[in-house]
T-cell receptor, first 109, second 114 residues
Framework: GQQVQQSPASLVLQEGENAELQCNFS?????MQWFYQRPEGSLVSLFY???GTKQSGRLTSTTVIKERRSSLHISSSQITDSGTYLC???????????FGKGTHLHVLP | NAGVIQTPRHKVTGKGQEATLWCEPI?????VFWYRQTIVQGLEFLTY????????DSGMPKERFSAQMPNQSHSTLKIQSTQPQDSAVYLC????????????FGEGSRLIVV
């Protein structure tokens, strides 16, 4: 079945450092999304990015479909970036969205 | 726009009792999804409705779990004879329902079965 693998599982940074989060998927996809889950549990959509590169502030998402991977780059990390980053792929029917297990990010002062 | 609303936010129930969770999607969204999140399994797809019709319930445990969407403004997830392993955060999401639309999640309902 469909699989979404995220790496690393956890990451600890000093404030100001950059981070590169990876997402690899096993089958063809129709959509790719990145979410941020706050420590208290709420989920926020960061990017809908099925292909190419998108940037929003200090965040950049790049999806390369033929290589079945997507990445999320966080530049100049801040303490408030701490939380869990989840990638999710939609299958060719698009409606069924499968999540990776996330990267748990801790940014230290 | 209040976003996706889920109630209750927290529920503690005794083993063997029934639990019903409610979701109000964003107005105008035709697709509603239910997910379950645990530390071990992460976010698991449970079921999906489009225009109130059940489309895919392949993630739903075959026994004790059921989901309905009686009208466009709310969906329910019912768990009968709850077991401790049902303890999780149950998340509801909605989208416009078109191919590739982003999901908007509610705050989740944390279910604890004791």
């Amino acid at each position: 079945g469909q699989q979404v693998q995220q790496s690393p599982a956890s990451l600890v940074l000093q404030e100001g450092e950059n981070a590169e989060l990876q997402c690899n998927f096993s089958t063809s996809l129709n959509s790719m999304q990145w979410f941020y889950q706050r420590p208290e549990g709420s989920l926020v959509s960061l990017f809908y990015n099925p292909s190419g590169t998108k940037q929003s502030g200090r965040l950049t998402s790049t999806t390369v479909i033929k290589e079945r991977r997507s990445s999320l780059h966080i530049s100049s990390s801040q303490i408030t970036d701490s939380g869990t980053y989840l990638c999710a792929m939609g299958d060719t029917n698009a409606y069924k969205v499968i999540f990776g297990k996330g990267t748990h990010l801790h940014v230290l002062p | 726009n209040a976003g996706v609303i889920q109630t209750p936010r927290h529920k503690v129930t005794g083993k063997g009792q029934e639990a019903t969770l409610w979701c109000e999607p964003i107005s105008g969204h035709s697709a509603v999804f239910w997910y379950r999140q645990t530390i071990v399994q992460g976010l698991e797809f449970l079921t999906y409705f489009r225009n109130q019709a059940p489309i895919d319930d392949s993630g739903m445990p075959k026994e004790r779990f059921s989901a309905q969407m009686p009208n466009q403004s709310h969906s329910t997830l019912k768990i009968q004879s709850t077991q401790p392993q049902d303890s999780a955060v149950y998340l509801c999401a909605s989208s416009l329902g078109l191919s590739g639309n982003t999901l908007y999640f509610g705050e989740g309902s944390r279910l604890i079965v004791v």
